[in-house]
């Protein structure tokens, strides 16, 4: 089961085990990380489940959607490790992964 370290805005960094095949924006909410608020449940909609993925880790994930840019373009911290967490499906791959909670907009 591959572990993600989370850093998270308000408790410090987190290491989670995430079951292979679960969404990244699941995994956060299953242990309970409330910064990451996924109103529109999945969807790729609303963009607030906004993540930064450590760099080394950015080429195994897929590329991103045009709906994903477009709705991080709206985003305030838009960095070039950016992607919305509902979008990235945790793999084996991922096993190490570091990803911040970017800051609500």
């Keep these: 089961m591959p572990h993600i370290s989370v850093m998270t805005r308000e408790q410090g960094e987190r290491s989670i085990a995430v079951p292979a095949g ?8 299953d ?29 195994r994930l897929p590329p991103m959607s045009e709906d994903e840019n477009d ?3 709206g985003t305030g911290s838009r960095n070039a490790g950016s992607r919305l967490s509902c ?3 945790v793999t084996d791959a991922l096993d190490g992964m570091v990803v911040t909670i970017a800051d609500a907009d």
């Design 22 to 29: 679960t969404t990244l924006m699941q995994a956060l909410r």
């Design 31 to 59: 242990a309970g990380i409330d910064e990451i608020a996924a109103l529109c449940g999945g969807c790729c909609s609303c963009a607030t489940c906004h993540v930064h993925i450590a760099a080394d880790f950015l080429g």
């Design 71 to 73: 709705l991080l373009d």
């Design 87 to 89: 979008q990235v499906t």
